[in-house]
């Protein structure tokens, strides 16, 4: 069965606590989540933590026959200027930590995976030659050619226009439940939490603030509370719910969006 | 993209292969050019023995190979007990200076790096001049002068790379503190270096000076063994880690996302690269060009999957270093130039010719 479950997750840079005291109830396969925050609230960290790249107190509960391989993070886009080429850069993802020959089978994934997320023609392309947007495009490949049943995905979607950014979480949504995996994805855009996720984590200021659905957690109480800004949850004429910022809480900055 | 579960499927149907077939042809193309690499090695082998004080007929040299009893005695003489030793001395002290490099640039993300950057050859260099000049002999139980040298040589440099290990440890030293920190250590022995020549005799200074350009005259048969040895000790480990070194030239955020521990790997490699940087200049002195060059020859001809790689690299060391080795014997007829001066000499034009006609970038 594919579930996980955070239990007193901590961590700490030196002697800087960075997390703490961080338990969820359980996630189940078919699950999008997303994880959001303000800034430096910790999580990537939380990611790293889950995915065993990390130690610090705490534990991840992992599902009946699963193993700590079947999580895999995907890190913030991060440029390269190693002279491989995108199909190369896919299979090396998806052969770490096995033999040294690529098999049929390899390439069969590779190519399926690049042609899901319409990469294909970034083939012989070089990685340092990519965009930002490509580069992320190929980021979720060397994720998806490893086959997780749970996925870190850590602001997947920042590089991307606004098409792409659309695309890819569609893709997502649907790869959670054709997969039956459980994709975790670190998210600034609200409004993409609200159409493409089913239950989001709020983390600020290294703790957990709140978990539950996504109607249940993007409230303007919250979005006051994490993010100091005055807003309003409506529902537009196709009846998808959108947050729409009237302004910033604070002292001494009242900007206000007409 | 397709935004439903039949999209995606349909989809890859159709364009699986496309990138398949770039695949295929890539990895033909590299074991095509590693291939023939190894034949101008050979060749280059052939070649730096036919070429000495009395020149020998390639026909002769090849004949020595598999019939010696059709060549003349003092033709397998020169060509197995002297000459041979140079050749192959060449080829492995060259192989493994470049690995050396090709993986230090890998592990430091670097493309300076080589065995070099570290100190590990200066701090060489410092230890085999304390046999030269002082006799100081930092293993005691050495008497011979030919041993003596190599092994100051060696201790000082594994000394060297035993330091940079441990601040390597060390929580939150970055890959630029080990470059730094490799940079200090080779002024430091740089400055040692030049003490210990001040306080030497004439003659001693000299042999100190000779030692530095590196030579290949040094060599011997138990010394290319032991330097054969190593490499081929050291070089399944890299194989067998060949994902993992080719992922950390992604960054080390991308490597560690795909399994890689990152600063397990970096450490010991760093440990075996000095392990293969300072037994051959321990040997034959310094010969700084090829463990920063070959690397980079090798990346631009054949990418960076660290299985084509690092055969790669191994094969463009030996072979500018055997290269250098004839044209040492060619420049001058009957007198044959410091190995470590020649490779420059050699490598440079031709290093800068590939950068500036390659597509690709060198880094």
């Given amino acids: 069965m594919v579930s996980i479950q955070l239990e007193e997750i901590g961590a700490k840079y030196g002697r800087t606590q960075i997390l703490s005291g961080i338990s969820t109830p359980q996630f189940n396969a078919g699950e999008v989540i997303a994880l959001i925050g303000p800034n430096a609230a910790g999580k990537s960290t939380l990611f790293r933590r889950m995915a065993g790249l990390f130690a610090g107190p705490g534990t991840v509960i992992l599902g009946a026959d699963m193993s700590a391989a079947a999580i895999c993070y995907m890190p913030q886009d991060t440029s390269s200027s190693a002279l491989l080429s995108v199909y190369e850069a896919v299979v090396l993802a998806r052969k770490q930590g096995s033999s040294l020959r690529v098999s049929p089978e390899d390439l069969a994934i590779v190519d399926s995976t690049m042609a899901a997320l319409g990469i294909t023609e970034l083939s012989e392309r070089n990685v340092s030659d990519l965009s930002g947007g490509q580069r992320q495009l190929v980021g979720v490949a060397q994720t998806l050619v490893r086959e997780p049943k749970v996925l870190l995905m850590d602001e997947p979607t920042s590089a991307l226009d606004l098409h792409r950014q659309i695309e890819v979480l569609a893709l997502v949504r649907e790869l959670a439940q054709q997969r039956g995996m459980i994709i975790f994805i670190a998210l600034h855009d609200l409004n993409h939490v609200l159409r493409f996720t089913d239950k989001a984590m709020v983390v600020a200021g290294g703790g957990l603030v709140a978990c539950g659905t996504v109607e249940e957690i993007i409230t303007p109480a919250m979005l006051r509370r994490v993010y100091q800004v005055e807003a309003r949850i409506e529902s537009c004429s196709r009846g998808l719910r959108h947050v729409i910022v009237d302004g910033v809480v604070s002292e001494k900055v009242k900007m206000a969006v007409a | ?363």
């Fill in chain 2, 1 to 363: 993209m397709p935004s439903n579960t039949s999209g995606i499927a349909a989809q890859a149907a159709s364009e699986v292969g496309a990138g398949r077939g770039h695949y295929h042809a890539l990895v033909w193309r590299r074991q095509l050019i590693l291939a023939a690499m190894a034949i101008a090695l050979l060749a280059c082998l052939c070649v730096d023995l036919a070429l000495g004080p009395s020149n020998y007929a390639l026909a002769d040299v090849v004949k020595a190979f598999y019939a010696p009893e059709e060549v003349s005695i003092q033709i397998r003489v020169v060509l197995w007990e002297i000459r041979m030793p140079i050749a192959l001395m060449a080829i492995v002290v060259g192989a493994a200076l470049s690995v050396a490099g090709a993986q230090m640039q890998t592990i430091l993300n670097n493309p300076l790096a080589s065995p070099f950057t570290l100190g590990i050859s200066a701090g060489a260099s410092f230890g085999a001049a304390l046999a030269l000049a002082f006799g100081v002999a930092l293993f005691p139980f050495v008497g011979a002068l030919d041993y003596l040298v190599p092994i100051n040589a060696f201790i000082v440099a594994m000394l060297t790379a035993g330091l940079i290990h441990l601040v390597s440890m060390r929580r939150g030293v970055s890959v630029q503190t080990i470059v730094l920190l490799g940079i200090a250590l080779v002024f430091c022995f740089n400055a040692l270096l030049a003490l210990v020549q001040f306080f030497a005799s004439q003659q001693a200074m000299a042999a100190v000076v000779f030692w530095t350009m590196g030579s290949l005259t040094k060599a011997t048969w138990p010394k290319f063994w032991i330097t054969l040895a190593i490499l081929l000790a050291v070089m399944p480990i890299f194989v067998k880690r060949a994902w993992a070194l080719t992922a950390m030239r992604l960054g080390d955020a991308k490597a560690e996302s795909f399994g890689v521990n990152i600063s397990r790997i970096r450490l010991e490699t760093l440990l075996l690269v000095s392990l293969l940087a300072a037994i051959p200049v321990s040997f034959v002195g310094t010969i700084g060009f090829v463990g920063l060059v070959g690397p980079h020859i090798a990346r631009m001809l054949i990418g960076e999957d660290q299985r084509f790689f690092m055969p790669a690299a191994a094969l463009c060391g030996a072979l500018l270093l055997s290269a250098s080795s004839i044209v040492s014997k060619m420049l001058i007829p009957g007198t044959i130039f410091p190995i470590g001066v020649v490779t420059s000499l050699v490598g440079i034009p031709f290093f800068v010719s590939l950068i500036l006609s390659n597509q690709k970038r060198p880094w």
